[in-house]
């Protein structure tokens, strides 16, 4: 797998990496992994990790000037879609690398490398860093970052996507000496703000021919601290109830418009986000500028597909 990669890393003495916006634990975790394995195996390489959202788990995103951008190798991680990526300037790099599990054809690198049977892209990069173990050091740090990801894209190692080479590179990057305990409660452990709007979002849940919706407006955001983005996150508060096979949230971001998270245990639900400027998994997906009009039609569509399914 990958097999120009330690070639092309070798090649340069700039390497610059990407993931998407709205970055999650896989993205920044394979982006901080990566570098930090690049760093523990080449102390002499400059490595940057480029995006403008931070994410209080992670480091503080690093500063590139343009020239140095234009001599760098790109390497692009967990970013199905061009579009998506966050911060442009990928384009000037000399060479750029996807690597990513989304099962996407897009190929905007130079190198295109998709493993969409893998649950994570720091599933992936744990694969190739025990496969190298032999000439290169894997140190507690980079199997830190990496577990953030394999934990989160896998919710807790519970996804179909979870997979006996999952948990062995899970145990691999165990065996690294990482603080498991640590790791799960900087992740899940919540503020008195999230639990309290959880609770909100459970009396507002509606249950319809095995689809759960919850539709948020601005002011109910604001009302509880939330933006639409940890808005969209909840929706993993309904993944395991029995009535329910398919589920979604919905949030305002301005007025009338709404973006939306969709799930489901049973119905694909990526390729109906792609007709709503998302996509995503075949169980998980994103949607974005929908009017109430295009949530009501999004849910009768999966409504049609869940009723088959009773668990
Ligand atoms: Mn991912």
Not at 109 to 136: H, P, R, W
Request: aromatic residues 10%; hydrophobic residues 35%.
């Amino acid at each position: 797998m990958l097999e120009d990669l330690l070639h092309l890393i070798e090649t340069y003495n700039t390497i610059t990496i990407f993931r998407h916006q709205n970055p999650d634990c896989d993205a920044l975790g394979s982006q901080f992994g990566l570098k930090q394995w690049i760093k523990d195996n080449y102390p002499n390489k400059d490595v940057y990790c480029l995006g403008n959202q931070e994410d209080e788990l992670f480091p503080k995103m690093d500063v590139i000037e343009e020239e140095r951008m234009k001599q760098s190798l790109a390497i692009i991680l967990d970013t199905a879609n061009s579009e998506r990526i966050d911060d442009e300037r990928y384009k000037l790099a000399d060479k750029s690398i996807k690597i990513d599990h989304h099962p996407c054809d897009e190929t905007y690198g130079t190198y295109n490398y998709i493993y969409s049977n893998m649950a994570a892209t720091c599933e992936i990069l744990a694969q190739y860093f025990y496969d190298m173990q032999a000439v290169k050091i894997v140190s507690k740090e980079c199997a830190t970052y990496l577990y953030h990801g394999l934990l989160t894209d896998t919710l807790s190692f519970k996804t179909p996507s979870t997979s006996e080479k999952t948990l062995f590179l899970a145990s691999f990057l165990a065996s690294k000496n990482i603080n498991i305990a640590h790791i799960n409660q900087r992740i899940f452990n919540k503020s008195l703000d999230e639990f309290q709007f959880i609770s909100y979002l459970r009396s507002k849940l509606i249950i319809d021919n095995h689809v759960g919706y919850i539709v948020l407006s601005l002011d109910e955001l604001k009302q509880y601290n939330q933006t639409v983005s940890m808005a969209k996150n909840c929706v993993s508060e309904f993944g395991n109830i029995k009535e329910i096979t398919t589920w979604a949230i919905f949030a305002e971001v301005t007025d009338g418009v709404f973006d939306g998270s969709l799930r489901s245990r049973c119905v694909q639900v990526n390729d109906l986000a792609s007709k709503y400027h998302g996509g995503g998994h075949y169980f998980a997906a994103g949607v974005k500028h929908l009017s109430i009009k295009d949530i009501e039609a999004l849910i009768k569509a999966l409504k049609k597909r869940a009723c088959k399914y009773i668990n």
